[in-house]
């Protein structure tokens, strides 16, 4: 997997120009993504799985059932991961068909995903990522039990060989393109918070906690 040097290997070739690997660009794309695409190989074959994270400081935490394939391939020493994070910031259309494009904030990361033994320190994932739902939640909600610790594990992976790219602003059209006929220009697009549906057996349906995500704010007209 490995086979880039790990410094060489987050250059980013096409629009570099649209990358950095400045850590705070790098924190705040990770802190507002929810969903994170983790990239392993299992018995030659490359896997891409959907999951939550959380970031604290420089180290990205991961977590699931002991029994998910994630977790058994990292059990011994370890598992070689690259994660990929992408925030879609709006459609691009282009008066050409080449040029249309999307506008992104995104994070690539590489590393070695290792389990979380510290029992406080998995412990503290795991209520970072509960927190990411709403602010302090962990707090109010009943903690896992022993048994649902043991049953859960923890992955940690350092955020050290990661950079983040991003594309913004309108369509790059040739000059010899713009005046077509067709619409041009970029529709942006967010996530947005619906509204909240309070479970039958919820004793305090309102207010619904704010989630602790960046959203858009929705228009009503
Ligand atoms: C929502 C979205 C849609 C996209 N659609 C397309 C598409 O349709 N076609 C296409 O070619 N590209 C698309 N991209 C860009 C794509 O992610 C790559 O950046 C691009 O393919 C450049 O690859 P490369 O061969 O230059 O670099 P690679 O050799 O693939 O990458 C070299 C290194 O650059 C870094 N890197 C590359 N891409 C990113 C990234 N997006 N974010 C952070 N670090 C990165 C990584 O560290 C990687 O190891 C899209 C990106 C996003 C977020």
């Known amino acids: 997997v490995n086979e880039k040097a790990p410094s060489t290997r987050t250059e980013l070739k096409r629009h570099p120009e649209r990358g950095t690997e400045d850590p705070a660009a790098i924190a705040s794309i990770l802190d507002e993504a929810l969903i994170a695409h983790v990239a392993f190989v299992d018995e030659g074959a490359p896997t891409v799985v959907p999951m939550s994270f959380v970031r604290m400081g420089s180290r ?7 029994r998910s394939r ?12 690259c994660v ?20 992104y904030r995104s994070v690539v990361l590489y590393g070695r995903a290792r389990h979380v033994t510290e029992p406080s320190e998995k412990q503290a994932a795991l209520s970072a990522l509960v927190d990411r739902f709403a602010d302090g939640r962990s707090q109010i909600v009943r903690a896992p039990s022993e048994a649902e610790l043991a049953a859960t594990s923890v992955l940690v992976v350092p955020i050290d060989q990661a950079s983040a790219k991003q594309r913004s602003g309108p369509p790059a059209d040739p ?16 996530l947005a918070r ?6 039958p057996y919820c004793r305090e349906p309102a207010p619904a906690p704010a989630p602790a995500l960046k959203l858009a704010r929705l228009k009503t007209t």
């Open 84 to 103: 990929a994070v992408s925030l879609l910031d709006g459609l691009v259309l282009a008066a050409s068909a080449m040029f249309h494009s999307m506008n």
């Open 60 to 66: 990205l935490f991961l977590h699931g059932s002991q």
């Open 194 to 199: 619906g509204e909240a549906m309070a479970s």
């Open 70 to 81: 994630l977790s058994e391939l990292a059990r011994k020493d370890g598992l070689e991961v």
């Open 175 to 190: 000059p010899s393109d713009r005046g077509r006929p067709a619409y041009s220009g970029v529709i942006p697009l967010a």
